[in-house]
């Protein structure tokens, strides 16, 4: 059942992506799948809650219902296509597959996982939906009842179905670690085959926020980094004048609502977006983030949904981030030296005037990180030691891959299709 879990939110997005979008490549279908599957459930799951129709089993074919209905009414070209490197793509995809295959053996257990997580989404599922009454009581705040809602969302779908939430969660890591390959091959565009297929590997063997052998098993971070990867590939696209608007939107609706970070991420790819894009296009994904904040903000106030893990003291918040330095050499470990030397290496790569877009969006997360540190209420030196490894490892395996393909691209008008 927990693979049927993962089954009704991707094999409808296949249908919607396929048969709304143009051609696309093997890597760009996988991810397309995921993302817009997401996107047709959440938004579902936003209308059952307005009209008030209880979350179900029976409720969830909605999604699968409306696609094979566009289907029928659009019937383009829905067989995905291979470019070249195919086979690298292959090989990449296999040893995803592969990892993705351990991945799904061991159910969620995290502590994150029990406390916040998995436990939002059996509160859900038994709710029949996003049970604000649930998050608005007091003492649960220390689920952080104000995150954004995806991945809670994505696994309630599991117990709804009769599966578990670890198991589902299993099963969705499984999933997202091929997406996340997938969208590592789309990002790295420009670069010879092998050398994309070094990035997608990159996602395929993601370190530290994939392993089921640590505390972070059943985190938001594996969501977070398919769709960071995936909206800033996009985003790298529209600076070299490549493609529609429209699939950047879709990518930051379910960025929006992965996480904080995913939400800070989305708003920083729409500023971008506003900057470089030409035309009323670029008004789009803006537009996408502000409705999608907007809906689960206003929520949040409609239910008296608070959150008290904020202190917006600005004396207080000034110190913090003077003191954020020194905390953060008190509490590095060896992982976080790592994974800073990789950003280093792959901000240095991130150069010329089609990824103007891309440095500026990720100018900006880096500095909602900082404010999100410097407003939180918990100690600094013990937040940063817990926390900033997964804030530096999601978006890192999109960013390495974009820095991949940089390192060997030639101008917009010479460059080969991806």
């Not at 565009?189 to 993601?206: D, E, K, M, T, Y």
Request: glycine content about 8%; some cysteine.
């Amino acid at each position: 059942m927990a693979w049927l879990a993962v089954a009704v939110v991707v094999l409808p997005g296949a249908a919607l992506a396929l048969a709304l979008g143009r051609r696309l490549d093997a890597a760009c279908a996988v991810v397309a799948s995921v993302t817009v599957g997401m996107v047709a459930m959440i938004v579902w799951f936003a209308l059952a809650d307005l009209v008030g129709i209880r979350w179900s089993a029976t409720s969830l074919l909605v999604p699968a219902v409306v696609a094979i209905v566009v289907l029928s009414i659009r019937r383009a070209a829905i067989v995905p296509i291979t470019r070249e490197g195919g086979g690298w793509l292959a090989a990449a995809l296999a040893l995803a597959v592969a990892h993705a295959w351990i991945l799904s053996r061991i159910p969620a257990f995290g502590w994150d996982f029990r406390y916040i997580w998995g436990l939002k989404a059996r509160v859900f599922a038994a709710a029949g939906g996003h049970a604000w009454g649930w998050l608005a009581w007091p003492p649960n705040t220390f689920a952080h009842p104000t995150y954004p809602p995806l991945w809670p969302d994505l696994l309630a779908i599991g117990p709804m179905l009769g599966a578990s939430a670890g198991q589902t969660a299993a099963a969705w890591n499984a999933v997202l670690v091929v997406a996340l390959a997938a969208a590592c091959w789309t990002a790295s565009a420009g670069a010879p085959p092998p050398l994309r297929f070094a990035a997608a590997i990159v996602g395929a063997l993601a370190p530290v926020i994939f392993t089921r052998t640590v505390q972070h098993s059943g985190y938001a971070e594996p969501l977070l980094a398919v769709l960071a990867a995936a909206a800033l590939a996009w985003l790298a696209a529209l600076g070299e004048g490549k493609g529609p608007v429209a699939p950047l939107a879709v990518v930051t609706v379910a960025l929006a609502l992965a996480k904080n970070e995913g939400l800070a991420l989305a708003v920083a790819v729409a500023v971008a977006a506003l900057l470089s894009v030409r035309g009323h296009s670029k008004f789009a994904v803006p537009g996408a983030v502000a409705l999608t904040a907007g809906w689960w903000l206003a929520s949040l106030a409609a239910h008296r949904v608070s959150d008290q893990h904020l202190n917006l003291d600005p004396i207080r918040a000034v110190g913090r981030v003077a003191a954020m330095p020194g905390a953060v050499a008190s509490s590095a470990s060896a992982e976080v030296i790592v994974l800073g030397i990789a950003w280093v290496a792959a901000l240095f790569a991130l150069r010329g005037p089609a990824l103007r877009g891309v440095r500026t969006a990720l100018t900006l997360f880096a500095v909602a990180v900082i404010a999100a540190y410097a407003t939180s209420t918990d100690g600094l030196a013990w937040q940063l030691g817990v926390t900033l490894s997964r804030v530096l490892a999601a978006p890192l395996p999109g960013v390495v891959a974009l820095a991949i393909g940089a390192s060997w691209r030639r101008g917009p008008t010479e460059q080969e299709p991806a």
